[in-house]
């Protein structure tokens, strides 16, 4: 019904910036509120950045004033805008999408972020 691609992930030094993309296809009416989400080696998958279809936004506590959300409905993508990124960036980001009618979520493959010197 709703598949979800991300791209963007890649190696960048301490401080660095990166943006990754989620591209939806499929029956993207569906689709509330999208979001990314990330997991590193050996942890829970944790919510890092949520935006409705009509622009309200939340992030998690350790990633505000660096992350930024957006989302182009008319493209059917959201985005995150990754800056001074530290160590413990180091995840799996996974891109979310909340589905109306539905109970279970449409997740992406998930790209590879690694923050290291």
């Known amino acids: 019904q709703v598949q979800l691609v991300e791209s963007g992930g890649g190696l960048v030094q301490p401080g660095g910036s990166l943006r990754l993309s989620c591209a939806a296809s499929?029956?993207?009416?569906?689709?509330?509120?999208m979001g990314w989400y990330r997991q590193a080696p050996g942890k829970q998958r944790e919510l890092v950045a949520a935006?409705?279809?009509?622009?309200?936004?939340n992030y998690a506590d350790s990633v505000k004033g660096r992350f930024t959300i957006s989302r182009d409905n008319a493209k059917n993508t959201v985005y995150l805008q990754m800056n001074s990124l530290k160590p413990e960036d180091t995840a799996v980001y996974y891109c979310?999408?909340?589905?109306?009618?539905?109970?279970?979520?449409?997740w992406g493959q998930g790209t590879l972020v690694t923050v290291s010197s």
């Open positions: 935006i409705t279809s009509n622009g309200r936004i």
């Open positions: 979310n999408a909340d589905l109306r009618f539905m109970v279970q979520d449409a």
């Open positions: 499929g029956f993207t009416s569906s689709i509330n509120a």
